[in-house]
């Protein structure tokens, strides 16, 4: 699957180059570009890194950074800039790293190699594999609403299609891990799509409606507050 790069800079003459040294490091890249921070937010779309000048009219970086940083808490942001003073604030919007212009082609190739790997590293724990009759699919876990067991069988059920799949209902909630939970024998959800709950039910940001086993109410209530404060994300729309 191709890094989808997003690289916002005032100046034209430095997206360009951001965007030459991108492809020297991975030619597969998607690669798009914006002039202002305004620009990049409006676009909607989820980047695996995002590199930003700071001094940008308008919302400056660390302004664009931190919104980002609430919608899709796992990308990776790189700061290229020209002033030194800000670094720290870089780091408390949770920067990879904070390049100085003018950027050499060998310190950029040293970060940019060190944040794809550990993009990567996000993409394969952010993601699940579904050996669905003769296809393999991978999809982002923030993607499945909930999973629904049927028999020897589950159903996938996310925010596009339903997949059907043989597993157990213990083995997929190891291998989703501790963002879903076991609201009932017969459904895993995942609590970045729990819109609202009741004593017997959760209602999903789709509006699907799955049962709460009354026995686990307290339970389900006292982890979804974990996970909240943790710094779980709720996804507003499905």
């Known amino acids: 699957m191709a890094l989808e790069i997003a690289v916002c800079d005032e100046a034209r003459a430095v997206r360009e180059q951001i965007d030459r040294l991108i492809r020297q490091q991975n030619a597969g890249a998607v690669v798009t570009l914006y002039e202002t921070g305004e620009e990049l937010l409006a676009s909607g779309k989820r980047y695996d ?44 919007v949770g920067a990879f790293h904070y390049l100085l212009k003018p950027v050499s082609e060998e310190k950029f190739a040293e970060v940019f190699v060190r944040a794809a790997e550990k993009t ?27 999973v629904e067991s049927r028999m020897r069988k589950a159903e996938i059920h996310t925010c596009r299609e339903t997949y059907e799949i043989y ?25 970045g799509h729990v819109a609202e709950f009741t004593a017997d039910s959760i209602i999903l940001t789709d509006g699907t409606a799955v049962f709460l086993s009354r026995e686990k109410y307290n339970a389900f209530e006292k982890r979804y507050v974990q996970y909240l404060q943790n710094g779980g994300m709720t996804y507003v729309k499905a």
């Not at 302004?63 to 002033?83: P, S």
């Not at 579904?130 to 923030?142: G, L, T």
Request: one cysteine or more.
């Open 167 to 191: 597993a157990t209902m213990n083995a997929l909630g190891k291998e989703l891990g501790g963002d879903f939970y076991r609201c009932h024998r017969s459904y895993l959800v995942n609590l």
């Open 49 to 92: 890194m995002v590199f930003l000048d700071i001094r940008m009219a308008g919302r400056n970086g660390l302004e664009t950074a931190a919104a980002l940083r609430r919608q899709w808490d796992d990308i990776t942001l790189i700061f290229v800039t020209g002033l030194k003073e800000y670094v720290f604030d870089a780091f408390d």
């Open 120 to 146: 990567a590293g996000k993409r394969r724990q952010a993601s699940f594999l579904i050996r669905s009759r003769n296809r393999n699919i991978i999809i982002p876990k923030s993607r499945i609403l909930y």
